[in-house]
């Protein structure tokens, strides 16, 4: 069902305020706490909760299962109209329009009237979000601070760098599983010290052999993993990392405003990916205990990780579209802490002039101290 | 009395005087004794003193002139100086000795490579002195009496003089292969390639977390841990030696207190 949040006041839509953390209402400017919202857990059922808020969906469970329906036959039919894979659809409360979304969306806003909507029987059950980091960079500061960063990119196009093309800047809260990982490491190892001295005439080289055993407990905490298909997985790794502190348990006024998608993969399917990652980090923390000798040799290894628990949580990203020179390039702004990333079209021009200046001196350093050696 | 101590003032006078006598005679003594029979420096210009008779006429002019040119090349004097009557100077005492007198006099180059060849012991020694001394360092004395070591011992004089000033040409030209041009230039693109590729990397973003971004320290830690010793081996390997015959490292002196290296052998 659809959800969209009215000003008790004015009656116009409200949206969430990256600023004040706040419900704003776009037309009278009133504020709205977000903790006096009712919840929308996992467990409440979103309907009754919905239907105490009363204004919000004039449409009963059944009748959205009717849409569907008819929206499947529609599709059966040949018709391309329409592209929601598990054929819903949702009607805008303010203007009637069909809300245009896919099959992954949980937030976005209709096309006709621009109203904020929040898609919430996808928000339910299975689906419902644990926690949210709510967009703390607005739209405003996303811009200046992306304008700030394509200045800043040193092989970058002098006519990129002006960043006066931005197609469109969306706010996006994207799925991540955050897992807490804990488990044990085990390593068993042939290690050396070596010394060297001289006596007399000889130099010797001491070599002290020693058996070395570590065995870790190890815990790790809220390790994120983008689950949206559209994401690219490299870039989302390196929007990291996400200030915990600012976890919120969820709550649909949230995603008011902002467009959000739920998971493609759920945490079963994305334990293979974290587990990889995790392990590379234990095998780290493992070598990291072992200080103080010249050679580590490893005869036994063992490292055995485990998920505590998976949460599924939306975070806030920034996706700005840039044209330039008619290809579209796309990056990714942590809606929290400004971080951005994205490949930035490299200019030859400028990529040929740090390599000769470089280059040239670094020539020049080499034949200085040449000269001086001389 | 009177008589007594005056008897005695004369006596320590003449024994203070005799003895002034003595210590200059010693002094100057071994300088006159043995700068009798020494070869000297002639002249600035002249590299090749060949006392032993080892060359002919034409082969010594030719050589002499070959010396010269490739001390000009060099940047410093190369000299041969031959001898079948070392008196009684041993090893290389007769090149410092040979040196200091052409420093004193102002006859020879400061910058110096000498080549001496000793008929009488059969000993031949390089000494290399002011800047020749840091580009041929005591090794490079021994590694250039490697190179001419078989004409010597063959009596190829001409050849083993020749190939002395070749390789002392070479080595005050030789420029380590880090500090040539070519190599130089190469690194420096590879070095600007290697930046301008961590530019274009790093342009999209980098990562920033790390190993311990999410590791929670409160539950993590060392539940145990062994640092057992096992056995100790010793490799034991000489010193490498400095020099293999002239004994020592380090730079040499000559009594006149120039610094040189030097490098020399029975052949």
Known sequence: MVVQYKCPGCGADMHYDAKTRKLKCGSCGRLMEIDAMPRSSADAGTEAEDSEDGEISPFAAEEIEDEAEFGRIEREEGSTAFDGEDGCQYVCNNCGAVVVTTADTTATSCSFCGAPVVLGDRLSGKKAPVWIIPFKVNKEQAKAAFRKWCGGGKLTPRDFMTADRIKNITGMYVPFWLYDMEGTGEADCTATRVRTYTQGDYICTETKYYHVYRRLHMAYCKVPVDASEKMNDGMMDKLEPFGYGELTRFNMPYLAGYLAEQYNYDDRELLPRVTERVKRYANEYLASTITGYSTVAYNRKNIQLDPVNARYTLLPVWMVCYDYRDSEHIFAMNGQTGKIVGKPPLSKQKIAMWFAGISAGVFAVMRLVTMFLA | ?267
Not at chain 2, 6 to 27: E, Q, T, Y
Request: with cysteine; hydrophobic share 35%; proline share 2%.
């Open chain 2, 1 to 267: 009395m009177a008589d007594h101590r005056n008897h005695r003032g004369i006596s320590s006078k003449r024994l203070s005087a005799l003895l002034v006598l003595v210590l200059a005679f010693v002094c100057v003594l071994p300088g006159i004794m043995v700068r009798a029979d020494e070869v000297v420096p002639a002249a600035k210009g002249v590299y090749v003193y060949d006392d032993a008779g080892l060359l002919t006429g034409t082969e010594e002019s030719s050589l002499s002139q070959y010396l010269e040119a490739c001390g000009q090349e060099a940047g410093c004097g190369i000299y041969v100086v031959t001898t079948s009557d070392p008196g009684t100077r041993t090893g290389d005492r007769y090149l410092e000795d040979f040196y200091d007198r052409g420093f004193d006099t102002g006859q020879i180059d400061t910058d110096a490579v000498l080549l001496y060849v000793d008929m009488k012991e059969r000993y031949v020694n390089v000494q290399a002195y002011g800047k020749a001394q840091d580009k041929i360092p005591d090794t490079t004395c021994d590694a250039i009496i490697d190179a001419i070591f078989d004409d010597l011992h063959y009596g190829d004089y001409y050849d083993a003089f020749r190939g002395f000033a070749d390789k002392a040409e070479y080595y005050m030209n030789y420029v380590p292969i880090y500090l040539r041009v070519w190599v130089q230039l190469l690194a420096a693109l590879v070095i600007g390639g290697i930046c301008v590729g961590i530019m274009a990397a790093n342009s999209g973003g980098t990562m920033t977390v790390n190993a311990n971004t999410y590791l929670d320290q409160r539950y993590s830690g060392i539940r145990a841990r062994r640092d057992d010793y096992i056995r100790t081996s010793v490799k034991r390997r000489k010193k490498p030696q400095q020099s293999s015959s002239s004994g020592g490292g380090g730079s040499h002196r000559s009594s006149g207190g120039h610094s040189h290296s030097s490098a020399g052998r029975k052949f």
